[in-house]
């Protein structure tokens, strides 16, 4: 009779566990987001562009990479990690390809955050903000 009582304990209590189980998430995680339909070269935003102070460099990313100052890396809001993008300086037209691998800018009116390298090769840091479009590169 204990072993009937046992088995129905057991069953009752997976049934009951089984109930509370979580459901799959209907989006994606975070980073692992479908990369955009956007055709390489295609205009993808455009905005203000500044470039990590220099107390960022050595500190992880949300990508989980340590953020490298000399590096061709980039915040983004939206865009997955690893997403190329060509950065476009409205006023001069030069252009640097970085790789997304933070999540930024959290300045409002800004749309990506550029290492200081990639902002070298568009502009000098004294303009610290720029103006820039933002193209798909991948």
């Known amino acids: 009779m204990l072993k009937g009582s046992t088995r129905w304990i057991a069953i009752s209590l997976f049934a009951a566990l089984a109930g509370c189980a979580t459901p799959p998430p209907k989006e994606p995680p975070s980073g692992t987001e479908p990369r955009p339909t956007t055709e390489q070269g295609e205009a993808i935003g455009s905005g203000k562009a500044s470039f990590y102070a220099q107390q960022h460099h050595g500190k992880l990313t949300a990508s989980g990479e340590r953020f490298d100052q000399g590096a061709l890396t980039a915040a983004h809001r939206t865009l997955?990690?690893?997403?190329?993008?060509?950065?476009?300086?409205?006023?001069?037209?030069?252009?640097?390809?970085?790789?997304i691998n933070d999540?930024?800018?959290?300045v409002r009116g800004r749309v990506i955050d550029l290492s200081k390298a990639a902002f070298q090769r568009i502009a000098s840091?004294?303009?610290?903000?720029?103006?820039?479009r933002l193209e798909r590169a991948d």
């Open 103 to 106: 999540r930024g800018p959290y």
């Open 80 to 99: 997955p990690f690893g997403t190329k993008v060509r950065v476009v300086n409205a006023r001069n037209g030069k252009s640097v390809v970085v790789r």
């Open 125 to 132: 840091t004294r303009a610290g903000v720029i103006r820039v």
